[in-house]
C-alpha cells in the first residue's frame, strides 16, 4: 500500500533529522547560534527569530538546506511503516536471493586464496615495515611485490553469467507474452523507461538545449553558448546552492568549475574533521596489513600502469583505495543497498556471532579495474582527503549499484535490459542480426557500463558523462550512452559475421 503524502514526509523528515543529528553540520549550527547571542542585533524578546535570521544571512542556512538535499538524493523514501526491514534494501526476495548466493561465492574465492596461500585475511604490520610504509606513502608506485599467485576474486563476465540466469520464480511456469519475446541475454522482467519517458526525464538533453562538449566546437562561435554557460556557473557557485548546481550540469560543466560544482553538489567540504577522519584510515593501513591490499595492489598495476591517461596517478589511487577498504563509514550505505557486507571471524572463533568483524572493514571486495571509478577523479582533486571523500560519496551514491544485484532503475540488471530493450525496439534488425552470430550486443557493452565506461572514453568525454549522472542522480544515462554507441555504428555492425568483429 502506498503511505499517504503526509504521513510519507514526516517519516522522511524524522529520519533526516535523525541522521542530520549526529552529523558535524549539527555542532557547528549550534555553536554559530551561541556566538550569536552576543551580537546587538539578537534581542531577547524576538530570539527564535534573530537567531534564525541570522543563521540566514551567515550562510548556514544555506548549508542546512545542502545537507538535506543530499541526504534526500542518497536515501530512498521510507517504505511504508508495515514492511519489513529487508524492503528498504531490496523489495524483491528473489533479488536478494541472488545477490546473497552471489556474495558467498565471492567470499569463498577470497577465502580459498587465503588457505592456498596461507596468507591471513588481516595481520599487524611490524614496526619496521610500519616505517617503511609511512616514509614511502606518496610513492607506492615503485613498490614490486610479487603478486603473480593474487588473483582477482571476479571478473565482469563472471558477474554477467550470473545476471544472465537470473529468474523470477513466479515468471517461470505462466508464459507472459509481453515478455516472452524479449530476446536478449536478461531475463527478468523489470519496469524500464521507453523513448518517451526517457525524453521526459532527460528533457535537457534535448537537441534544442546547449550542451558543453558539443556546442562550444569550433563551428558554434563559442560566445554564444560557451561564455554564457560558464557565467552562469560562476553564480550557481557564489550561490553555494547544491540543487541549483545540480541542475546546472545536466548541460554539462566547464573544466575550470567541475571540481567545485561536483564537490557542491555531492556536498563535501572537506573540513578539518574530514581531513582528520582521512589521516586516522591513513595510519590504519599503515599498522595493518590486509589480503585484499595484494589485490588492490595487483589491480592498480594490471590496469594504471598500463593506461596512458592514469598511469600518473599510481600514488593516489593506492592512497584513495587502500583508505576507502578500512572505513567503516561506508558500511551506512548497506541499509540502501541490496548487498550485505561479508563477515569474517576472528581465528579459531568461527560462527561464534560476537567475534565476527566485517571483512574488509568497509564491507566491500573489489573486483578487477575497481580502480577506473577513481583514475578519474584524480584529473580534478589533488588533495588525497578531498579526493577521498569525492570517490567516496560517488561510490555510496552511484558506483555501488554496478556491483551489486537489485531491481534498482539505475542496479546494474536495469541498466542491462533498458540497453537490450533499447537496441530490441529500435535496431531489431541489428540486433537479430548480432544475437545470430553470437555477438549478443550485451556482452559487448556489459563492460563499459560496469565501469561506467571509464577506460574506454578519453577523460575529458568522460566526465562530461559522469556530469550527467550527477546532473540527473541516476546511471541510466550509461545504458542510453551503450545503445547509442551501437545506433552510432549499426551500419558496419550489419556487415560483421562474429563476436570478435563485433568488438
Known sequence: AM???????????????????????????????????????????????????FLKTSGWEKKLQNAVYSELNVFPSPCHPAAPPEHMKEPLAYMRKAQGSWEKRILKSLNSMCTELSIPLAQKRPASEQKELLNKWNEM???????????????????????????????????????????????????????PELKEDFSELGLNTGQLGIDDSAQVPPEFFENEHVRVGQKVLAEQDS???????RQGCPTALRADLWALILNISNQPEDILYYEQLKSNVI????????????DVKLTASND?????????????????????????HFTYSSATPPKSYIRGKLGIEEYAVFYPPNGKINYNSFILSVAPLCFLYHEPSKLYQIFREMYVRFFFRLHSISSHPSGIVSLCL??????????????????????????????????????????????????????????????????????????????????????
Open 3 to 53: 503511505l499517504d503524502p503526509d504521513s510519507g514526509l514526516s517519516l522522511t523528515i524524522a529520519r533526516i533529522v535523525q541522521r542530520l543529528q549526529g552529523s558535524s553540520l549539527h555542532s557547528q549550527l549550534e555553536r554559530q547560534a551561541r556566538v550569536s547571542l552576543h551580537k546587538p542585533e539578537i534581542k531577547l524578546e524576538s530570539l527564535k527569530e534573530d537567531i534564525k535570521d
Open 141 to 195: 608506485g615503485t613498490d614490486e611485490p610479487d603478486l603473480s599467485l593474487f588473483r582477482p576474486v571476479y571478473a565482469p563476465k563472471d558477474f554477467l553469467e550470473v545476471l544472465m540466469n537470473l529468474r523470477n520464480p513466479n515468471y517461470e511456469n505462466g508464459e507472459q507474452p509481453s515478455f516472452r519475446n524479449h530476446l536478449g541475454l536478461i531475463q527478468v522482467p523489470l519496469k524500464v523507461k521507453d523513448i
Open 243 to 249: 540543487a541549483a548546481a545540480q541542475q546546472y550540469v
Open 287 to 298: 599498522q595493518y596489513d590486509l589480503l585484499v591490499d595484494s589485490l588492490i595492489y595487483k
Open 308 to 332: 596512458d591517461y592514469y598511469f600518473v596517478f599510481e600514488d593516489y589511487l593506492y592512497q584513495v583505495l587502500l583508505c576507502f577498504s578500512r572505513d567503516t563509514s561506508v558500511l551506512d
Open 418 to 503: 533498458l540497453f537490450e530493450t533499447l537496441l530490441q525496439t529500435h535496431l531489431p534488425q541489428l540486433f537479430y542480426h548480432l544475437r545470430e552470430i553470437g555477438a549478443q550486443p550485451l556482452r559487448i557493452s556489459f563492460k563499459w557500463m560496469v565501469r561506467a565506461f571509464s577506460g574506454y572514453l578519453a577523460t575529458d568525454q568522460l566526465l562530461l558523462l559522469w556530469d550527467r549522472i550527477l546532473g540527473y542522480n541516476s546511471l541510466e544515462i550509461l545504458a542510453v550512452l551503450a545503445a547509442a554507441v551501437f545506433a552510432f555504428r549499426a551500419v558496419n555492425l550489419m556487415e560483421v559475421t562474429s563476436l570478435a568483429a563485433a568488438e
